[in-house]
């Protein structure tokens, strides 16, 4: 399976694509297979992402998740003890986002 991440534009937040928009969660995103490469293109085109690129991933009962641990920590946040972090999709993230 592979996904796209990438960060948005106006915000920097970390991003997924859905299939047809972005989003926080990775939860959301699908696989692209082999349109990687047009989705990007089209995309960065447009304005509305920046630094997108094709990931390895894996769907369970979890949810998906990035195979490799860069990736992981971008789509779940820092690994540490859950009540320390803050992650990524959490609300409070767009008040530290300049």
Do not use: F
Request: aromatic share 6%; net charge negative; proline share 5%.
């Amino acid at each position: 399976m592979k996904i796209i991440t990438g960060n948005n534009l106006r915000s920097g937040a970390v991003v997924w694509w859905t299939g047809y928009d972005w989003s926080l969660h990775v939860e959301d995103s699908i696989d692209v297979g082999e349109h990687a490469e047009a989705v990007i293109q089209r995309e960065e085109g447009a304005q509305r992402v920046n630094g997108a690129h094709a990931v390895e991933a894996t769907r369970d009962e979890d949810g998906v998740r990035p195979a490799h641990i860069k990736d992981r920590i971008r789509a779940l946040g820092p690994t540490v003890r859950p009540d320390l972090t803050l992650k990524p999709a959490d609300p409070a993230v767009g008040n530290w986002v300049i």
